[in-house]
Every structure is written in structure tokens, then in C-alpha cells.
């Protein structure tokens, strides 16, 4: 195969990870809302920790990301 | 990125979305065999400094007991990082507002400022981002040893676990402290690059389908330009949030 095809390739095949992000982001969002309609005077008490999570589950889906360019860019 | 082609434009015609994080020799300056230029990076790092600078300093110069507009703007983000720290590091913690209220003005400014056309979003380069993680992870990692000699070490060692575990969670625990510079670095950096790069990409899109069919994509535009100032703002808290829980764990060590 040519080497600049495959590092295309690559480079998309490591973006998927970003459909782990879209999941975590999603089950953070959607616990809340779910915790919050339940429990309402609770819930901005417990918004630091949300924000908190959807970063943490954002980055992890981005390092698949910096992958991708990394890969574009650097090789 | 060593990519950015010199017209900035890639060879399908469309602008190179990678051609804004081009960095530019404004003043070019070597010491000793080493780059110093002053480049249009350091211009906005500079310019940064100076507008978070003259607005907190012109917004608490009059210092009314009843605040006025810019007065109350200034206070809202003291108290806001001054509950971060009380929340999660505690009284303890206030001896080091000065360093994360810093921390935060500045990623928040260098953020913002990248919104603005034409500018130049300063962390969106990781050596940049990787210096501001390298200062926190350093400094903590220094305050625990002080605060706590060499007992910190014992923050490696989590407690109530069988003592057949211990070896390999030791280096697991180890691992995870030593990769919290990355993951700090990284999540800022490819935060704000790849939501510049969508907005290039997107940007492109209106131009290229003209005034007939570019209305549709610019639709999409104005919710993603307002959702980048949200990450803009997101990304400086979390840094800074983050920043607060690794002291907590130096100051506190408690698992």
C-alpha cells in the first residue's frame, strides 16, 4: 500500500476514538438531567462535578485526536 | 504544525485550517544559538497579560463599598476562584489563590483572545499548555514533599488493600501521578485546537458554497462559535479545578 494512503488510513482509524467521548459525554449529561429532575435542590450543588466529568471524559476521546495528528504531522 | 502551506491554502483549494497556528518570527532574536525571536505567540501572551492586567487593576481603583459595572465583574471572578479553592482544597488552600487565580485569568484570556478573528490562540500549542502543567505538577509535587517530608510518599500506598496488591497498584498509582502533566496539557491543547480547526473547516465551507448555498452552513456556524466560547471558558475552569484537586492531594494527602 502507499505509505501516505495508510497514513491517511491511520489517522481516521485513530479518530474513532472519539465515539468513546460522545458515549461518556452522554452519560454524564444524561445522569444529571435524570439526578436533577429527581432531586432539583440538589443538583447545582453537584454542577462543579459536572462540568468536572464531561472535561475528563471530553480529553479522553481527544487524545485518540492528538493521535490522529500526530500522525498526520509528525511521520 | 509543520504543516501550514505558505499561502494558506491546502491543495484542494480550500483554506488550510492548520495555517492559524502558524507561529511568526515578529522580532527575530538568537541567544547563544537559541531562538528567542519574539514571535506573534509572545505578542499574545504579552497582550494578555496587559488586558487582564489594566482591567483588574482599573476595575478595583475607585474600590466603592456599592461596586459599579466593571467593579462587579472583578469581584464575581475573585469569589468564584476563591469558592473553587475553599470548595475542594479547603482554608489550607488560600495561601496559594494568587498562583491559580493567576493560572486561570491567563488561560481564560489566551482562550477568549483566540476568538477573536484573525488573532492567534496561544494554547492551542502544547508547549505552551505543557510549561503551565509542568509549573502546577512541579510546584505540587514540591508542596506535598515540604508539607508532608518524606511521608508523601506514603500518598503512593493506597490504604486497605490487601498487601499481595500493593506492589502492583504502587505502580499504577505511580503511573497515573506521573501522566497528570500530560492529561492536563493535552486536554487544554487539543480542546482549543480542534475546536479552531472545526471552526476554519466549517468557516471554509460558507465561503466555498458562496452566497447562494452558504447560508446552511453558516446556521451551523453560530452554535458552534457559541459552544467554542463555553469550551473557551470550560477548558480555563477545569484547568484550574484541576489544579486546586492536585494541591488538595499534596496538602491533605488523604485517599
New interface residues.
Given amino acids: 500500500m502507499d505509505p501516505a494512503a495508510a497514513k491517511l488510513i491511520g489517522a481516521g482509524l485513530a479518530s474513532i476514538a472519539l465515539v468513546g467521548a460522545g458515549i461518556g459525554i452522554g452519560t454524564i449529561f444524561g445522569n444529571y438531567l435524570s439526578g436533577a429532575l429527581r432531586n432539583p435542590s440538589a443538583a447545582p450543588g453537584q454542577f462543579a462535578n459536572l462540568l468536572l466529568g464531561f472535561a475528563l471524559a471530553e480529553a479522553t476521546g481527544l487524545f485518540g485526536l492528538v493521535v490522529a495528528l500526530i500522525i498526520l504531522f509528525v511521520f | 504544525?509543520?504543516?501550514a502551506a505558505g499561502d494558506g491554502h491546502g491543495g484542494s483549494g480550500l483554506p488550510d485550517p492548520?495555517h492559524q497556528f502558524e507561529i511568526k518570527r515578529l522580532v527575530p532574536l538568537e541567544i547563544f544559538d537559541i531562538d528567542a525571536s519574539f514571535t506573534n505567540a509572545s505578542l499574545f501572551m504579552v497582550l494578555v497579560v496587559v488586558i487582564v492586567g489594566l482591567f483588574l487593576f482599573l476595575s478595583v481603583k475607585s474600590r466603592s463599598l456599592v461596586p459599579g459595572r466593571m467593579q462587579s465583574v472583578a469581584e464575581i471572578m475573585y469569589e468564584f476562584v476563591a469558592n473553587?479553592i475553599r470548595?475542594n482544597v479547603g482554608t489550607a488552600g488560600m495561601k496559594f489563590f494568587p498562583f491559580v487565580f493567576t493560572l486561570f485569568m491567563f488561560v481564560l484570556g489566551c482562550n477568549m483572545i483566540g476568538m477573536v478573528p484573525y488573532s492567534f490562540t496561544v494554547t492551542s500549542h502544547i508547549i505552551v499548555t505543557f510549561a503551565l502543567a509542568a509549573v502546577v505538577f512541579i510546584g505540587v509535587t514540591i508542596i506535598g514533599f515540604v508539607k508532608h517530608g518524606i511521608g508523601f510518599v506514603k500518598f503512593f500506598v493506597p490504604s486497605g488493600v490487601p498487601a499481595p496488591l500493593l506492589p502492583l497498584l504502587v505502580v499504577i498509582e505511580i503511573i497515573s501521578y506521573l501522566t497528570r502533566p500530560i492529561?492536563l496539557s493535552?486536554?487544554l491543547?487539543?480542546?482549543m485546537?480542534?475546536g479552531h480547526t472545526m471552526l476554519k473547516v466549517f468557516g471554509a465551507f460558507v465561503v466555498a458554497l458562496g452566497a447562494l448555498g452558504g447560508w446552511a452552513p453558516l446556521l451551523f456556524m453560530i452554535p458552534f462559535t457559541g459552544l467554542e466560547f463555553l469550551v473557551a471558558f470550560?477548558?480555563a475552569?477545569?484547568f484550574a479545578?484541576?489544579t486546586c484537586i492536585y494541591l488538595n492531594d499534596a496538602l491533605h494527602m488523604h485517599h
Fill in positions: 504544525m509543520a504543516s492548520m473553587m470548595d492529561s493535552v486536554r491543547f487539543a480542546n485546537m480542534a470550560l477548558q475552569y477545569v479545578i484541576l
